[in-house]
């Protein structure tokens, strides 16, 4: 059995106060609603799990009536941080899940295929995320001021959603890190500490998320020609 998590529990405080930003209208529905249809409309995924602030349920709820998604979900409270929200939601899942699909709630515009791919090479390996190969030119700087060194971005990747395991893998890495009292910003990165290899899984296509104002309108376009 496969199943998706959806982690819906931030603040968004980058796009400034008071915003909620995965109810932002993008192209004439809420952003979280794009995202949920993703997986709502693949059909190898059998339930969704959304980890959402607490009080927020109603909303949800009222997406999911208006959108008419057909899929088993569930909505789950979210935690202090994303590693915890995360963690809630896989407590959350059948218990004849296997594979588990984790996506942020603002990154609406990941394709069928790529998904799939990390379907796949998480059943191949243990974990998988969705990735692009790094093309800017990259420095380090210790005081946010001037430049150290230039890194080498044949090496670098900048990894996305969704991050994809098999259950008992990222059970084993998330418990690891709760047990060390780590903070981690991916689940990828608990697999490291675990020493689990991640399969890094390129997309062909623009995977963004929206995290600035800025992002918005970019997004709209990719959604409205995806249509």
Request: proline share 6%; with cysteine.
């Amino acid at each position: 059995m496969v199943s998706a998590i959806i982690v819906a529990a931030g603040k968004g405080t980058r796009m400034g106060p008071d915003i909620d930003k995965l109810f932002l209208e993008i192209a004439g529905e809420p952003l979280i609603t794009h995202t949920w249809r993703r997986f709502d409309s693949l059909p190898d995924f059998s339930e969704i799990i959304l980890v959402v602030r607490d009080g927020m349920q109603p909303a949800f709820e009222e997406i999911a009536l208006r959108a008419g998604f057909k899929k088993p979900y569930r909505l789950v409270k979210g935690g202090a941080e994303r590693q915890d929200s995360v963690w809630n939601g896989l407590q959350a899942l059948h218990p004849d899940t296997q594979i588990v699909a984790i996506q942020d709630g603002a990154r609406p515009c990941t394709s069928p295929q790529q998904i799939r791919a990390t379907l796949v090479a998480a059943a191949e390996g243990g974990a998988a995320v969705a990735a692009q190969r790094v093309i800017d030119t990259i420095k380090e700087s210790s005081d946010g001021s001037t430049v150290d060194r230039t890194l080498n971005r044949s090496l670098l990747w900048a990894v996305q959603t969704p991050q994809t395991f098999q259950v008992s893998v990222i059970l084993k890495a998330l418990a690891a890190v709760r047990d060390s009292g780590k903070m981690v910003t991916d689940d990828t990165a608990a697999c490291e500490l675990i020493g689990q290899p991640v399969r890094l899984v390129a997309g062909s296509s623009p995977n963004p998320k929206v995290t600035l104002p800025a992002d918005i309108p970019y997004i709209e376009m990719l959604i409205k020609n995806q249509v």
